[in-house]
């Protein structure tokens, strides 16, 4: 015998039980097989459900279906972990093929700078005859010095030490703590680097050149930086 609410009629069908609506009157059912619980939700028609099993037995069935919900859910919405972080070669080659550069080695042998100037110099000078005619007036250099990589990077520092000293007024308020004209004379020295003077270099050869120059750095947040003359440009 089981007490149920006062419009709800329970009957076992088949191993099943059967939830009918009744008119509200209070009732009292007697069942030929026990029932030692059951639950209830309220039915907008009849409805069957599974056989009633203990409560004990129906929490484990719970934990069980409710594990394997969770279980179809990750695997449909995978975990999105943090991207591992690129090495500085990785993000520096990313930066450059977004841009539609490659790295092109130079050895790093204090004149990398002024290799890597010295190298594009020659491919400009050889591609493209207005760039050749201005170069040649701007810089005032013989022709053989186009051909020649290394004695074109020695170059270019000596007239980087010699834009330094003409044009100290520029240049001068970017040196702090340090003697400006004793860093100049140590620059002169091939494949010397390490000065402060390094940290203006790419604007100083801005402006010899009179043309722009691009550094792509190995930085995610700011991976392009433009260096533009800050004197008449070259064409």
Same mark, same amino acid.
């Given at each position: 015998?089981?007490?149920?609410?006062?419009?709800?009629?329970?009957?076992?069908?088949?191993?099943?039980?059967?939830?009918?609506?009744?008119?509200?009157?209070? /009732?009292?059912?007697?069942?030929?097989?026990?029932?030692?619980?059951?639950?209830?939700?309220?039915?907008?028609?009849?409805?069957?459900?599974? &056989?009633?099993?203990?409560?004990?037995?129906?929490? !484990?069935?719970?934990?069980?279906?409710?594990?394997?919900?969770?279980?179809?859910?990750?695997?449909?919405?995978?975990?999105?972990?943090?991207?591992?972080?690129? !090495?500085?070669?990785?993000?520096?080659?990313?930066?450059? /093929? @977004?841009?539609?550069?490659?790295?092109?080695?130079?050895?790093?042998?204090?004149?990398?700078?002024?290799?890597?100037?010295? /190298?594009?110099?020659?491919?400009?000078?050889?591609?493209?005859?207005?760039?050749?005619?201005?170069?040649?007036?701007?810089?005032?250099? &013989?022709?053989?010095?186009?051909?020649?990589?290394?004695?074109?990077?020695?170059?270019?520092?000596?007239?980087?030490?010699?834009?330094?000293?003409?044009?100290?007024?520029?240049?001068?308020?970017?040196?702090?703590?340090?003697?400006?004209?004793?860093?100049? @004379?140590?620059? @002169?020295?091939?494949?010397?680097?390490? /000065?402060?003077?390094?940290?203006?270099?790419?604007?100083?050869?801005?402006?010899?050149?009179?043309?722009?120059?691009?550094?792509?750095?190995?930085?995610?947040?700011?991976?392009?930086?433009?260096?533009?003359?800050?004197?008449?440009?070259?064409?």
């Amino acid at each position: 015998m089981i007490y149920t609410i006062e419009n709800v009629y329970i009957q076992p069908v088949n191993h099943n039980i059967l939830f009918n609506t009744l008119t509200p009157q209070p /009732s009292v059912i007697y069942l030929s097989t026990p029932v030692t619980s059951y639950t209830y939700s309220p039915p907008i028609q009849t409805q069957y459900i599974y &056989p009633i099993h203990a409560v004990s037995q129906q929490t !484990s069935e719970v934990k069980k279906v409710s594990q394997e919900c969770i279980q179809k859910e990750r695997a449909k919405t995978p975990v999105k972990r943090p991207p591992t972080p690129l !090495s500085a070669d990785e993000q520096l080659n990313l930066n450059l /093929s @977004r841009y539609g550069y490659r790295r092109q080695l130079v050895n790093g042998d204090g004149n990398c700078f002024f290799t890597a100037v010295a /190298s594009q110099l020659i491919t400009f000078y050889n591609q493209d005859r207005y760039f050749r005619t201005a170069i040649k007036q701007r810089l005032n250099l &013989p022709e053989n010095l186009f051909t020649n990589t290394t004695q074109l990077a020695r170059t270019l520092r000596k007239l980087a030490c010699l834009e330094w000293k003409i044009n100290d007024t520029k240049y001068k308020p970017y040196v702090n703590d340090v003697n400006y004209y004793d860093e100049i @004379r140590k620059f @002169r020295s091939d494949k010397f680097y390490s /000065s402060i003077l390094g940290d203006i270099l790419p604007l100083t050869m801005s402006n010899l050149l009179g043309i722009p120059i691009k550094i792509i750095t190995n930085l995610s947040q700011c991976p392009l930086i433009d260096v533009c003359p800050q004197d008449e440009p070259l064409l």
